[in-house]
């Protein structure tokens, strides 16, 4: 995350303004905030502020607000370790997301489901869903976003390269 991005997300937190024109549409500027916190690994701020986020939230909020917040959820767990939870995270972003018709939204998903899956040992997919995101990154011209993407897709095909001579020793032994 950019040090700019969260000395602004910082400024908003401080002004006690809710109202940010954001990913999940005109709902919040947390999602910009939890991201920056989770980037800079204040897990723990990153998850108090998450509750009063989704607390905010009603049953029935944007789809896209629902998607961010539980793409936020995800990557919270993933940095925390916990890749089963960030597991279900996912899968519950990705329901929000059905029939959703926001690029952006729609690959920052697919990169954090692609870190979900190089934790869980699936390089592969991974890397597939980041081919998924890196086109729709490409169509936007979102070049941070894409730059996040390209490191990830290099920390995941560098992650498979490394897996490969594992499994040769395995069958080797």
């Given amino acids: 995350m950019n040090p700019q991005v969260a000395c602004i997300a910082e400024e908003y937190h401080n002004s006690g303004r809710k109202e940010f024109f954001c990913i999940a549409g005109t709902y919040d500027w947390r999602c910009l905030e939890i991201e920056a916190l989770i980037r800079l690994?204040?897990?723990?701020?990153?998850?108090?502020?998450?509750?009063?986020?989704?607390?905010?939230?009603?049953?029935?909020?944007?789809?896209?607000?629902?998607?961010?917040?539980?793409?936020?959820?995800?990557?919270?767990?993933?940095?925390?370790?916990?890749?089963?939870?960030?597991?279900?995270?996912?899968?519950?972003?990705?329901?929000?997301?059905?029939?959703?018709?926001?690029?952006?939204?729609?690959?920052?998903?697919?990169?954090?489901?692609?870190?979900?899956?190089?934790?869980?040992?699936?390089?592969?997919?991974a890397i597939a869903r980041l081919a998924s995101a890196r086109q729709r990154l490409s169509r936007l011209g979102a070049l941070p976003h894409l730059q996040v993407c390209d490191r990830e897709l290099a920390a995941t095909t560098a992650a498979a390269r490394s897996s490969v001579p594992r499994a040769r020793d395995v069958i080797d032994a």
Wanted: zero cysteines; charged letters at 20%; glycine letters at 6%.
């Fill in 41 to 125: 690994g204040r897990l723990s701020e990153a998850e108090t502020a998450l509750a009063e986020m989704e607390a905010d939230l009603s049953v029935f909020g944007p789809a896209a607000a629902r998607t961010a917040a539980a793409t936020l959820r995800a990557d919270l767990a993933l940095a925390g370790g916990h890749t089963v939870a960030a597991t279900a995270e996912i899968m519950d972003a990705w329901d929000h997301a059905q029939n959703l018709q926001a690029p952006l939204l729609l690959a920052q998903l697919e990169i954090s489901e692609a870190r979900q899956l190089r934790q869980a040992g699936e390089p592969a997919a």
